[in-house]
C-alpha cells in the first residue's frame, strides 16, 4: 500500500433512491482511497453500485430523489483539499474536466452528433485553460496522436457517427485527458468493443497513466479485463464493498464467493464445450435479511448432457446443409456531389460462402466492421443482398417474394444484440412472446398459446410473475431471454445470435450461454453465433469462421484455430485476449513497473 496521502479518499459513501413505495441504497456505506499514479478497479455485476458510485463521486446523478452523503475528500495540486460532496457547484465545474474527468460507458451518447470530434475537445481546453483556438486545436492534434487514433486531423474534423465505436471511445479519452486531470474515472470503457480494440484502449489508459501522472478508478463487470492494468480491485456487491486487495491476491486467493463466483464465470480458453459454465448462484447463497454463506460443497465445471451438436454426432458430417451461402454480397454505394452520383462501394460482405449442419454451431468472429452483422442480415434478408445465394432447407431465401419470406423466417431467426431496443416498450412480456405465434397463426387458440408462452418462460429461466411486465422493469439478462422465448416461439430450426450476449455481466453472460446449449440440446436448433468475443467464440462452437474485410479469411474448429492459427489477423485476435491467468498477471505487472521506471528516468 502507498505511503503517499490519498488523492481521493472515500468515507461512509451512501446514495439513496426514494419513490413513493421504496427507498433503495445504491450505494451502501463504503470506504476506499485512491492514491498518486494509481489504478483501482471497482467490478461488480450490473445494479451492484459501482456506476453509480462514479457518479456521485461527479455529482452527477440528476434524479431529485436521489440523496448523497459521506466524504469524498479530493486533493490535487491546483484545487488543494475540498469535499466533493459539500463543494458548490460552481467550484465543482472548475474541477470538473480539469482535476476531475470521466470516460463515459456510451461514447455515442456522450459526444455531442452535430458537432466535429475536434471541436468538442478543444471546447474543454477553451473552457479551462487560456489557450486561444490556434493552441487549442494542435493540443488536440496532439491528444488525437497520443490516444492513436489513424489521421488526426481526419477525425479532428469527422462528426460521432463518421467513426467507428472504439475511435470514438478513444476520443472521449482524449477529451478526459486534454486538461491532465490528476483523477480519471473510466466507467465500463470496454464494453462491447472488440477484443483488439479492447486491449489498444486498455494500454491507452495505462499509457496516460503513467506519462501524465494520473490516478485511474477503472469500473467494470469483467475481472479479466483488470487484470493486466490495476493495481488493487474493489468488489461491489449491492452497494456494498465485499472484498479489495491488490490483483494477485484477488485473482490467486478470492476470499469472498461472490468474487469466487465472478472469476469462475468467464469461459477460459482451456474449458470443454462439454461442461455447464458456473454462475455466482453456485458459490454462494443468500437468506431472506440478504447476508451472504458460501456454498461448500460446489463443483466446479459439470457436464452437459447429450449435447446435440455436430461434434457429438459425426453421422450428419454427410448430410445435407441446413444453411447454405453461396458468393454473398452486400455493397453500399457512396454517393458524393450535388447529383449524389456513385462514386464507389463500400464492401461490406465480399463473396463469403459457408455451410451450417442440422444441430452445429458456427461461431463468426472478428473485429468491428468486418461486416458480421451485415452478412446475418443479409442471411435473413433484413438486408438485401447485392449477390449470391441463401439455400435454407434447399429453398432459396434470395428469390423469395415477401410473403414467402414472412413464412420461411418462421424457421430462420435472429436474436440482436441490444435486447432493450428489440422489444417492444409498449407490449407486455406475454405479448411480446405471444405475437410472433399469432402472426404464423401456430396452435389452436388463445388458451393454448397462452399455455405455450407459459412453457417458454419456464423453458429460458423466467418466473410466471414476468408475464405482466415490460421490458423497463427487467434486467439486461432477463430481457435476452424474454427475446430467447420470442424467437423460440415459432419453433426455429436455426438462431442467428448477433453479439447476443456481448453486453451482459458475466455472471448473466454465463447463463444465457448455459442457456443456449440448453435449449440447443432440447429443440435440436442450429446456432450461427456472432461474437467480437473469441473466448465466448471457443466455447459456443463447432467451427469458427474468421471475418477480415468482408470476408472469410480463416476457419476451422476451435481446436485447430486456437493451437495452430494461419492468419496473423487471427493471431492478433487471439493474443488479444485477457486471460487473468497469475503469469499473464506478473508478466503484465512487470512491464507496467518497467514502463513506470523509462517514465521517471526520462522526467529526472
Keep these: 500500500m502507498p505511503t503517499t496521502t490519498p488523492i481521493l479518499q472515500v468515507r461512509d459513501l451512501e446514495t439513496t433512491f426514494s419513490t413513493s413505495h421504496s427507498t433503495t441504497k445504491a450505494v451502501d456505506g463504503i470506504s476506499f482511497e485512491v492514491y498518486p499514479g494509481e489504478a483501482v478497479a471497482i467490478v461488480g455485476e450490473s445494479g451492484s453500485g459501482k456506476s453509480v458510485t462514479a457518479l456521485s463521486l461527479m455529482r452527477l446523478i440528476e434524479d431529485a430523489d436521489a440523496a448523497t452523503a459521506g466524504e469524498a475528500i479530493f486533493q490535487s495540486e491546483k484545487c488543494g483539499e475540498v469535499d466533493l460532496l459539500q463543494l458548490p457547484e460552481k467550484q465543482l465545474q472548475q474541477i470538473r474536466g480539469s482535476e476531475l474527468s470521466m470516460v463515459f460507458q456510451d461514447p455515442m451518447s456522450s459526444l455531442n452528433p452535430v458537432y466535429t470530434c475536434g471541436k468538442q475537445v478543444a471546447e474543454v481546453l477553451l473552457l479551462h485553460t487560456h489557450l486561444s483556438k490556434k493552441e487549442a486545436k494542435e493540443r488536440v492534434l496532439q491528444l488525437f496522436e497520443q490516444a492513436k487514433l489513424p489521421n488526426p486531423i481526419q477525425v479532428f474534423e469527422a462528426y460521432p457517427h463518421e467513426i467507428s465505436g472504439g475511435q470514438k471511445q478513444r476520443v472521449m479519452i482524449a477529451m478526459a485527458m486534454a486538461c491532465k486531470p490528476a483523477l480519471l474515472i473510466a466507467d465500463e470503457p470496454t464494453t462491447a468493443l472488440d477484443v483488439t480494440v479492447q486491449a489498444r484502449v486498455l494500454q491507452l489508459i495505462d499509457e496516460l497513466r503513467v506519462k501524465e501522472r494520473t490516478s485511474v478508478l477503472f469500473i467494470t463487470h469483467d475481472l479479466s479485463v483488470v487484470a493486466e492494468i490495476a493495481d488493487r480491485i474493489l468488489v461491489m456487491y449491492k452497494g456494498k464493498l465485499v472484498e479489495q486487495g491488490s490483483v494477485m491476491d484477488i485473482f490467486t486467493n478470492p476470499q469472498h464467493p461472490y468474487t469466487k463466483g465472478l472469476l469462475a464465470c ?294 485447430q484455430l486456437f493451437s495452430q492459427p494461419q492468419q496473423e489477423y487471427t493471431r492478433t485476435l487471439i493474443s488479444a485476449i485477457p486471460r487473468g491467468e497469475p503469469e499473464d498477471i506478473a508478466a503484465a505487472q512487470q512491464q507496467r513497473k518497467a514502463l513506470q521506471e523509462r517514465v521517471s528516468y526520462a522526467g529526472g
Design 266 to 559: 468467464r469461459p477460459s480458453l482451456s474449458i470443454s464445450r462439454e461442461l455447464r459454465l458456473p454462475v455466482v448462484a453456485d458459490f454462494m447463497q443468500e437468506d431472506a435479511q440478504g447476508n451472504v454463506s458460501e456454498v461448500e460443497d460446489y463443483i466446479h465445471y459439470t457436464p452437459l448432457t447429450g449435447m446435440a451438436g455436430i461434434k457429438h454426432q459425426p453421422e450428419k458430417q454427410n448430410q445435407p446443409p441446413l444453411l447454405q451461402v453461396n458468393n454473398l454480397k452486400v455493397y453500399f454505394p457512396v454517393r458524393k456531389g450535388f447529383w449524389s452520383r456513385t462514386a464507389g462501394y463500400v464492401k461490406a460482405v465480399d463473396g463469403v460462402s459457408f455451410e451450417l449442419k442440422a444441430g452445429e454451431t458456427i461461431g463468426l468472429v472478428g473485429e468491428s466492421g468486418c461486416g458480421k452483422t451485415t452478412l446475418g442480415r443479409a442471411i435473413l434478408r433484413l438486408l438485401e443482398p447485392s449477390q449470391g445465394q441463401v439455400l435454407f432447407n434447399g429453398h432459396d431465401f434470395t428469390n423469395l417474394n415477401a410473403e414467402e419470406l414472412r413464412r420461411s423466417r418462421r424457421h430462420l431467426q435472429m436474436v440482436f444484440q441490444d435486447p432493450h431496443a428489440s422489444l417492444n416498450p409498449m407490449h407486455t412480456v406475454g405479448e411480446s412472446i405471444l405475437e410472433p405465434m399469432q402472426v404464423h397463426n401456430l396452435h389452436s387458440g388463445g388458451k393454448e398459446r397462452r399455455t405455450k408462452v407459459l412453457e417458454l418462460l419456464d423453458k429460458v429461466g423466467l418466473s410466471t410473475a414476468m408475464l405482466h411486465r415490460y421490458p423497463h422493469e427487467l434486467s439486461g439478462g432477463q430481457q435476452q431471454r424474454v427475446c430467447l422465448a420470442r424467437a423460440l416461439a415459432v419453433q426455429p430450426q436455426c438462431l442467428i445470435c448477433d453479439e447476443a450476449v456481448s453486453a451482459l455481466d458475466v455472471s448473466v453472460q454465463a447463463q444465457v450461454l448455459n442457456l443456449l446449449n440448453k435449449l440447443k440440446e432440447e429443440f435440436g436448433l442450429s446456432y450461427l453465433f456472432i461474437t467480437h468475443d473469441l473466448s465466448v467464440a471457443k466455447y459456443m462452437s463447432d467451427r469458427i469462421l474468421v471475418m477480415q474485410g468482408g470476408r472469410i479469411v480463416e476457419s476451422g474448429t476451435p481446436e
